[in-house]
């Protein structure tokens, strides 16, 4: 029989448990003749995403920069992981059996919080390998940007697990195919990760999840002599493509990824609200850093689909002037356009043609203070040009 079977990892309270014999590698009591349960508990483990800073490292998203140094840790992220049987060497998401009787949904479990790496605990109690055959374990995180149920279709001649996705500019979509928990991998099985068998020689699944979006980090620095520690930011918009397909289980691992439509929307730069959670930005909060200073941060990441360009709108603003004087309102708030380009970044790892998935930049607004515009008028004198004798009486 073909199986396909998921779990979904979730942080919220563990709900009833259930006993072993809901689980297909249950035993009912039945021993290996030593006295050992033969059912092999799954005991999946996640590992926080990297993210390749270019420019330098700011904090943000999920897990650590290139360097190793935390920027977020697991904190009660809704992950699903699907374990899926595999078929020749691939991954089986034909026949019958493949998504009988099932909730896409999935079972849920806890991710308890951690810097890097965690063994989730299951909602609903120990889950368990089947008696039988070898599975492979996928994993995506995409927040609330998931609009509609995780399906079977047909991709390019194939069969994908995919659902559609349209972000925001906060959901840090991600993908994960679980590695083998021990290195190296006893050679009794080998050809067995992961299954029932590994389990018990210690080979258990862990999943790393990777970004599929690109995260830009924007900063405010003042500069000048017209304090420009009196501007600040009311809004940044960058235009993205939003709606996409993000596929989770391919046949030809190579398929797994998100792949976005062509249509681009703004989307706007947010920060975190005292409970965790994402909200507008305060139109009065970020200033400029003082003239030397440190840049200072606006907001949290802008996380964007991977693109050769963007076009970025920032607003600013200034309602005092340097002198404490009041700017008029309809000169307060300066819009600014520009484009960015793979050839405007410096610094990271060198040279680029695109901005990457996985990848950070830093994008610094420089600004001065509002200068008033000071007009002076001069009367100009009067040069003598010659002179001309016109005589009616001649004509």
């Known amino acids: 029989m073909k199986r396909f079977f998921l779990y979904a990892m979730m942080a919220a309270g563990v709900l009833a448990s259930c006993s072993q014999s809901e689980n297909e590698g249950s035993t009912g009591g039945a021993t290996d003749g030593n006295d050992v349960d033969m059912a092999s508990p799954i005991n999946l483990a996640v590992t926080a995403p990297s993210v390749k800073v270019n420019v330098t490292r700011s904090g943000g998203t999920i897990g650590v920069d290139d360097a190793g140094i935390i920027t977020n840790k697991w904190s009660g992220q809704t992950l699903y992981v699907y374990g899926c049987q595999r078929k020749d060497g691939k991954v089986d998401l034909d026949g019958t059996y493949a998504l009988s009787g099932l909730n896409m949904q999935g079972e849920k479990c806890v991710v308890a919080q951690t810097e890097s790496e965690s063994t989730v605990t299951w909602e609903r109690g120990t889950r368990y390998f089947p008696r039988s055959g070898v599975y492979d374990f996928y994993g995506y995180y995409a927040d ?14 194939s069969k994908v697990l995919a659902g559609t996705v349209t972000i925001n500019g906060s959901q840090d979509l991600m993908l994960a195919k679980a590695v083998p928990s021990t290195e ?18 210690g080979v258990q699944p862990k999943l790393k999840f990777e970004h599929l979006l690109t995260r830009f980090v924007f900063k405010i620095q003042g500069v000048g002599n017209d304090k420009p520690e009196n501007v600040y930011v009311q809004s940044v918009a960058v235009k993205s493509k939003t709606t996409g397909k993000l596929v989770v289980v391919a046949a030809n691992d190579e398929g797994r990824n998100v792949f976005f439509e062509d249509t681009k929307n703004d989307l706007y730069l947010q920060e975190r609200d005292d409970m965790g959670g994402m909200t507008t930005l305060n139109p009065q909060k ?3 850093s003082k003239t030397g200073e440190t840049p200072v941060t606006v907001g949290e990441a802008l996380l964007v689909a991977p693109d050769d360009s963007y076009i970025v709108t920032v607003m600013l603003k200034q309602d005092v002037d340097k002198d404490g004087n009041p700017v008029p309102e309809d000169q307060q708030i300066q819009p600014y356009t520009t484009t960015l380009k793979p050839e405007n970044v410096t610094g990271g790892a060198g040279a680029i043609t695109t901005f990457a998935p996985s990848t950070s930049y830093n994008i610094t607004i420089v600004t001065n203070g509002v200068k008033i515009i000071e007009l002076t008028a001069e009367l100009g004198k009067w040069i003598p040009g010659g002179n001309i004798e016109i005589n009616p009486d001649e004509e």
């Not at 940007?145 to 279709?153: C, P, R, S």
């Not at 099985?189 to 992961?194: A, E, I």
């Open 144 to 157: 609330d940007a998931l609009t509609n149920q995780m399906a079977v279709e047909n991709s390019n001649g």
């Open 184 to 201: 190296p991998v006893p050679d009794a099985v080998k050809d067995k990760v992961f299954s029932a068998n590994a389990a018990r020689a």
């Open 286 to 288: 970020y200033y400029a």
